[in-house]
Nanobody, 119 residues
Framework: DVQLQASGGGLVQPGGSLRLSCAAS????????IGWFRQAPGKRLEGVSC???????NYADFVKGRFTVSSDNAKNTVYLQMNSLRPEDTAVYYC?????????????WGQGTQVTVLQ
């Protein structure tokens, strides 16, 4: 079975850091684009970062310079290092895998991990 397990969320002060992990199993890791998405209360799901099929990385403008996505192929795990966190980063963060691109209609989704940045 394909599984994505997101973890690493928590409660943090503004300016703090968290590292999210997304452990993948049941599929060939390198054959998929892996994306991070988030959804804040009352808001739409939005893309945060992506590792493309070519293993390039890209970021939403609102996290550029603060968040870094990386992967450990040996562990089939993708990480999202989040620095300089702001209250507006508060959301449930999801990882997703797709055969073509990082998209909100991705093939597979993790269960989400809550990130709360205090006001």
């Amino acid at each position: 079975d394909v599984q994505l397990q997101a973890s690493g969320g928590g409660l943090v002060q503004p300016g703090g850091s968290l590292r999210l992990s997304c452990a993948a199993s049941g599929f060939t890791f390198d054959d998929y684009a892996i994306g991070w998405f988030r959804q804040a209360p009352g808001k739409r799901l939005e893309g945060v970062s992506c590792i493309t099929l070519d293993r390039d990385t890209n970021y939403a403008d609102f996290v550029k310079g603060r968040f870094t996505v990386s992967s450990d192929n040996a562990k089939n795990t993708v990480y999202l290092q989040m620095n300089s966190l702001r209250p507006e980063d508060t959301a449930v963060y999801y990882c997703a895998a797709d055969r073509q691109a990082c998209t909100v209609v991705a093939d597979y989704w993790g269960q989400g991990t809550q990130v709360t940045v205090l006001q």
